[in-house]
């Protein structure tokens, strides 16, 4: 909580000076680094969108995969979002990239927590990667709250307080504009 409320601050002060995802982490990295004990790191996974262009530009600090649902379609892709986790080391740079993807209307992206893909259903079966990616072709045509609803009922309906903190927050979608479903 205290890590994350830090970064928080810290991300939308460098914001306002720093538009490449990529070298926002790096900056971000430096100034956790000297304050986080040994034992203390955070995964974070930071996006810009290009209205103008429909272009999603990403850097990833270690986090879980991205899942795009591709409209014209109706594919499914998945990304390794890659990097190294924040904290750990004074400088990530190394290990960072900056990757941009098209992102057009009718297309989703579904990000999420290692807390849903390590969440179990009442037949103790995990809901890994390739459950979010099954789910999101059958559903990604859907609005976003309804795909999302989906996702969550299927194989997680006892655990969907818990999953919807982890995938709740993160479902994105453009159709007509952009749309965030923050539950």
């Known amino acids: ?22 070298e926002l982490l ?10 986080l004990d040994l034992d203390m790191f ?10 103008r262009t429909g272009r999603l530009c990403y850097a990833s600090a270690g986090h879980e995969h991205l899942v795009f649902y591709r409209g014209a ?13 924040l904290g ?16 057009a209307p009718g297309d989703a992206l579904v990000l999420y927590t290692d807390g849903v893909t390590e969440a179990f259903d009442r037949d103790r079966r995990q809901f890994d990667l390739e459950g979010i990616e099954a789910g999101l072709g059958r559903l990604g045509h859907l609005p976003p709250g309804r795909c999302l609803e989906g996702l969550l009922v299927g194989r997680l309906r006892w655990a969907a307080r818990r999953c919807v903190l982890g995938l709740g927050r993160c479902f994105v ?6 749309f965030i479903d923050k539950l």
């Open 26 to 35: 790096i900056d971000l990295n430096r100034l956790l680094a000297d304050d």
């Open 173 to 178: 979608s453009l159709g007509g504009g952009l």
């Open 73 to 85: 379609d109706r594919s499914v892709e998945s990304r390794k979002a890659g990097g190294v986790v």
């Open 42 to 51: 955070m995964s974070l996974l930071l996006l810009r969108y290009e209205s």
């Open 88 to 103: 750990v080391t004074a400088d990530i740079t190394p290990y960072l990239t900056e990757t941009e993807l098209p992102f």
């Open 1 to 22: 909580g205290l890590i994350m409320a830090t970064a928080r601050s810290m991300i939308r002060s460098l914001a306002t000076r720093v538009s490449s995802p990529r």
